[in-house]
């Protein structure tokens, strides 16, 4: 089931970030570190409502941020409807649930 985040579920949230970032880190990828994405970065876009979680047997196992506006840096791309895109940001999902469709577009 797919929903808004909320306040409370910024603790699991944020150890499901530490177990995605420990496995990409395992994989040799070297996309994020500890540092980011956590908790803090995670509770801006709860109060900014644009935080969603993906419950399997109410267990948070996916997360993604989906902003209506974009960041300073995507500006600068040509070619893009930027007064109407939404921009898809801190993608994760609990590696033992990964490959089966949950991320998928």
């Known amino acids: ?15 499901l970030a530490v177990r995605v970032i420990t496995n990409m880190s ?3 990828i070297p996309q994020w570190t ?12 709860v109060v900014d409502d644009s935080l969603y979680i993906y419950k399997d047997d109410q267990k948070i196992v996916g997360v ?3 902003q209506h506006e974009n960041e300073e840096a995507y500006k600068t791309i040509t070619g893009w409807i930027k007064e109407k895109s939404l921009v898809i940001h801190r993608v994760i ?9 949950i991320a998928h577009v």
Request: contains cysteine; aromatic residues 10%; charged residues 35%.
């Open 93 to 101: 999902v609990d590696p033992s649930s990964q490959k089966n469709g």
């Open 64 to 66: 993604m941020c989906l």
């Open 34 to 45: 500890l540092d980011y994405p956590r908790s803090t970065h995670y509770f801006k876009d």
């Open 26 to 28: 395992a994989l040799k």
């Open 1 to 15: 089931m797919i929903s808004f985040a909320e306040l409370k579920d910024l603790e699991e949230i944020d150890k």
